[in-house]
């Protein structure tokens, strides 16, 4: 029996980019701090950017640099999102995320990163950031964001 994984594959990446006649486009900065469980164990923080590209979905960036066994080591994660309370501006939302992270210092190694996630007003123009998963042993990360709204008229 075939199943259809490329007709999937196409179809959500249609729905992902379909937008309507007037979109809202988010862009967002922040900072971010991560602790893992790897051996060694990492702590890093910096800054965070990212673009939501849909209504519930998001994509980011981040680089951090702190330390682990006792010496400099900085850490890199790409990240795709999906939100599930993209609007609301009291209280908090939820999301799952996934992606790719690079870990530099006494280990140099890559990983993948899944991760739930909760932030404080995630429709607000600000609001602070709780992740817990894996992706270099267990993964923990707080931080603050501030986004920026811009509507576009097709």
């Known amino acids: 029996?075939?199943?259809?994984w490329t007709e999937l594959l196409v179809a959500a990446c249609a729905a992902l980019s379909?937008?309507?006649?007037?979109t809202q486009q988010i862009g967002e900065i922040g900072i971010q701090g991560i602790v893992t469980s790897s051996d060694p164990a990492l702590i890093v923080v910096g800054p965070y950017g990212a673009l939501r590209t849909s209504g519930r979905t998001r994509f980011s960036a981040s680089v951090g640099g702190g330390a682990s066994d006792g010496a400099f080591a900085w850490?890199?994660?790409a990240l795709g999102y999906?939100?599930?309370?993209?609007?609301?501006?009291?209280?908090?939302?939820?999301y799952v995320a996934g992606g790719l992270a690079a870990v530099g210092g006494p280990v140099n190694r890559g990983y993948i990163v899944l991760t739930l996630g909760a932030e404080g007003r995630p429709g607000g123009s600000s609001g602070w950031v709780a992740e817990v998963g894996i992706g270099g042993g267990v993964r923990i990360g707080l931080g603050y964001r501030w986004r920026r709204f811009r509507t576009w008229r097709k």
Do not use: I, K, Q, V
């Open 1 to 4: 029996m075939h199943f259809p």
């Open 18 to 22: 379909a937008t309507p006649g007037n």
């Open 75 to 77: 850490r890199a994660e």
């Open 82 to 94: 999906f939100l599930l309370s993209p609007d609301r501006r009291h209280g908090w939302g939820a």
